[in-house]
């Protein structure tokens, strides 16, 4: 299998293989580009899971 990127929070970038410490690293994922879209990954799911818990806490 090939080596998979990662986003490292670190250094604030994508990155090819494991190369920094694992609690430093988001992924694998399949590609550069979505590595370098981690954050913005997990912002979007962040806003819909929170929009989920108002609903559900609201009783919508």
Do not use: I
């Not at 190369?19 to 954050?39: H, I, K, N, T, V």
């Amino acid at each position: 299998m090939a080596e998979r990127w990662y986003y490292c929070l670190k250094h604030q970038r994508a990155e090819h293989g494991r190369q920094c410490w694992f609690r430093d690293r988001m992924g694998p994922y399949p590609d550069r580009a979505s590595a370098e879209r981690a954050l913005e990954t997990v912002r979007q799911r962040n806003a819909t899971q929170d929009a989920a818990d108002r609903e559900w806490r609201d009783g919508q």
